[in-house]
């Protein structure tokens, strides 16, 4: 019988390939956690495609909705949106870009092997994605979960252009800021006693983060996005006023503190 934890008609070779159950179908303490975490995204972003969902239903396009997961690394998170929403019904398409070819080739496979004929891979870095002709036109949700560094700033340069109606972000380490602040860290001592905001290496690092997701939130606010910045890990940009829709959503369950506050590392 398959733990509590499984939901009905959820694929165990899936959870198992996963290693989100153990080869013979049990979890453990290591696989329960995991599998936690996982739900607990999965919480965040199902309303999101709840929603694109029902707009997109009399999309001529039989793919519609289309999500993208940038970084998508072994693809748990397409995994599992596919398999507990899209797999039962007939529309929907989640495609998973990451610049590691044995990870894509491995998650073709997966999909192969489960018959999950909706989900797309492509051994693309974040920024090729955005002019690839492979990924269409019109992207309704856009993810980005621990995608390293600048790549959080590349999904949001993709969702931007592709007219993105939902933008779910993890942001993960972050360096470009806190390089800027190095180079002119004594001059800015010397001049203004702000940069005692950064005077100390962990507290540059911080900083930057902190400005960095400030910074992308407003480019976001800017394009019309309300956002929602949330405490443990993720901030969610969605719902472009003028798309319908109009509800927020978070994300998070980590253990690297805010994205805005502390910036990265945390895990979902
Ligand atoms: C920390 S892993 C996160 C994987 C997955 N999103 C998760 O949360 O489990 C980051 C992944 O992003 C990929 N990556 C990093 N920079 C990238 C870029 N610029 N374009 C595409 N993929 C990138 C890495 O190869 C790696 O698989």
Known sequence: MSPPEIRPG???ELLKALHLLTRDGKLN??????????????????????????????????TAPVLVDHGAG?????????????KTRPRGQVIGVESRAELVHSSRQLAARLDFPRMQFFAHSVEEAIASPAIPPRVDIVTALHACDTATDDAIRFALARDAQSIVLVPCCQAEVASALR????????????????????????????????????????????LTVTELVGWVAKSREGRGGGRSAASGGGEGGSAVRGGGGGRV
């Open 74 to 86: 072994k693809s748990y998170l397409g995994f599992i949106l596919y398999d507990l929403f899209l």
């Open 10 to 12: 959820q694929s165990v």
């Open 183 to 226: 180079a002119r860290k004594a001059e800015a001592l010397a001049t203004t006693p702000l940069a005692e905001l950064w005077r100390h290496p962990l507290h540059t690092r911080e900083f930057a983060s902190h400005l960095t997701n400030v910074l992308r939130c407003l480019l976001l606010q800017a394009h019309g996005y309300q």
């Open 29 to 62: 303490q290591d696989s329960r956690r995991k599998l936690k975490q996982v739900y607990h995204l999965y919480h965040f972003i199902e309303p999101l495609l709840q929603d694109a969902y029902a707009a997109s239903a009399n999309a001529a396009d039989a």
